[in-house]
């Protein structure tokens, strides 16, 4: 890491924590402004930013005028739930008198802001999640200044949102530190971003490789701090052979876009297909071959995810369990969607066959029985989602197969496909290790305020206290 980058990292830092304070004891009113703001600024510029985003990024003026009004979507949200005064509630015990466990002082519980959050943007959503995505909106909610850390697949973009943002702050009369800016992409600078003294938490989407690294600096610091990390997921689909009976061709062309949405690099593209051995499961397998081949792909966000893409499937062609079930043919500027069958029992014991090739590809895996596809959902893990289609029927091994589902899973879809993350109250946007690493927090929805504060009980508090 340059000298530079080092003192940069610092005066954001700083800055950050100066404003920390201020932000924590701001009212209702003072934050709900400062996102509305946001959201509106963020329209007023789209256009420009449309077109600087997609000669970063390759995903087009549809998906990101529709990302653009998510992330606005987003910060409005979040500015009302701030007015319904949900990261000031509070529980209020009334003294009892007499002695435990009868009698009791008067209890107010409340949350206390954690402080300056550093938030790493992810590639794949450069307006969702990046500079004013649904972290940075969440945090600001909850009462924390923000740093961010810019991600290196859209550095322009990244820098004229921020740009855009810190009018916004000027204009509102809002101190700059409430948001920073970190650009370059050594990950030394990530590491001694999390590793500041004065950050107190940590918001990150990205791989696995690169979470898990900045997951394990927080938790060696002298003084350890929540890192709230999505690190990937490969979404298992269990179809049951009665719904591909009736549906069969449609469901094919739904899964075969799903995959291949955003060139696959969506955190919940459908990654493992669970098929019952079946005749209706092999006609399914030729419909969603026929569905998926000839469909067209941009190219990808980086060149170190199609590096990355095309180790995973070299390492697939290369595995003895699996084998491709078409030819690819490129039609388009990214890579050819790809599909390949492993057989169940190496998939379950091999778990090189269960790592997440992150682009447009799946994995079909034909299972003898039940029991079978419940070994399957247990090798992989934890996932940020889980698909069942067809368990219409509430016999015992539909319900099992549910349970085995809702142990591994954050959200279990029994319609649809999992790309597409509604931004809800009763959302969740997470899993089991390691599809995250605080499976109880959300990253999407406005639940996801509550990461950002901490609960603080205050006994026999006088007035004036619990007016601060």
């Not at 009868?102 to 500079?131: C, D």
């Not at 890192?227 to 062309?253: M, T, Y």
């Not at 399914?284 to 980086?302: G, N, R, S």
């Not at 090798?379 to 368990?391: E, K, N, P, R, S």
Request: net charge negative; glycine share 10%.
């Amino acid at each position: 890491m340059s000298t530079s980058e080092l003192i940069q990292i610092d005066q954001v830092v700083a800055q950050a924590a100066d404003t920390a304070t201020f932000w924590a004891q701001s009212s209702p009113q003072v934050r709900a402004a400062l996102l509305e703001g946001l959201a509106a600024a963020l329209e007023g510029h789209q256009t420009r930013l449309i077109a600087l985003a997609d000669e970063e990024t390759h995903l087009g003026t549809a998906r990101l005028t529709g990302e653009v009004t998510r992330t606005a979507f987003q910060l409005r949200g979040f500015a009302t739930e701030v007015l319904n005064g949900v990261p000031y509630a509070r529980v209020d015990d009334q003294a009892v008198a007499g002695t435990p466990p009868v009698g009791r002082p008067r209890l107010t519980r409340v949350s206390e802001p954690l402080g300056p959050v550093a938030m790493f943007s992810a590639s794949n959503f450069p307006f969702a999640f990046s500079v004013l995505g649904g972290d940075t909106a969440s945090a600001l909610a909850a009462g924390c200044p923000v740093v961010i850390k810019a991600h290196s697949g859209h550095p322009q973009l990244s820098r004229a949102v921020y740009e855009i943002a810190f009018g916004v702050l000027a204009e509102q009369g809002l101190p700059q530190g409430l948001l920073g800016l970190v650009e370059g992409a050594s990950r030394a600078a990530g590491v001694r971003l999390v590793e500041h003294p004065q950050i107190a938490a940590v918001a990150f989407t990205g791989s696995f490789q690169g979470g898990s690294a900045l997951w394990k600096a927080t938790n060696q610091r002298p003084r350890p701090i929540p890192f709230f990390g999505e690190l990937g997921s490969i979404n298992p689909l269990v179809a049951l052979p009665q719904i591909l009976e009736r549906d069969g061709e449609h469901l094919a062309k739904t899964l075969a876009g799903s995959i291949t949405m955003g060139c696959g690099q969506f955190c919940t593209s459908p990654g493992v297909i669970v098929l019952l051995e079946h005749p209706a499961s092999e006609r399914f397998i030729k419909q969603l071959t026929d569905a998926l081949q000839p469909l067209p792909t941009h190219p990808m966000l980086t060149p170190s995810m199609r590096r990355g893409f095309d180790h995973g499937i070299a390492s697939l062609e290369q595995a003895s369990a699996a084998h491709s079930l078409f030819t690819p043919h490129a039609n388009g500027e990214g890579p050819a969607p790809r599909l390949f069958e492993i057989a169940a029992q190496a998939f379950i014991e091999n778990a090189t066959l269960r790592e997440e090739v992150f682009g447009p590809a799946a994995v079909v895996v034909k299972v003898a029985s039940i029991e079978q596809a419940i070994e399957v959902i247990e090798a992989i893990g934890g996932t940020l989602t889980v698909t069942l289609w067809g368990f219409d029927n509430p016999d015992e091994p539909t319900r099992s197969l549910y349970r085995a589902a809702r142990r591994i899973a954050g959200r279990v879809l029994f319609s649809g496909v999992p790309t597409g993350v509604a931004v809800t109250h009763a959302q969740h946007h997470g899993g089991p290790w390691p599809a995250s690493t605080q499976p109880q927090t959300t990253s999407v929805g406005y639940a996801a305020l509550q990461r950002f504060l901490r609960p603080l009980a205050l006994q026999d508090a006088p007035a004036w206290a619990l007016e601060e």
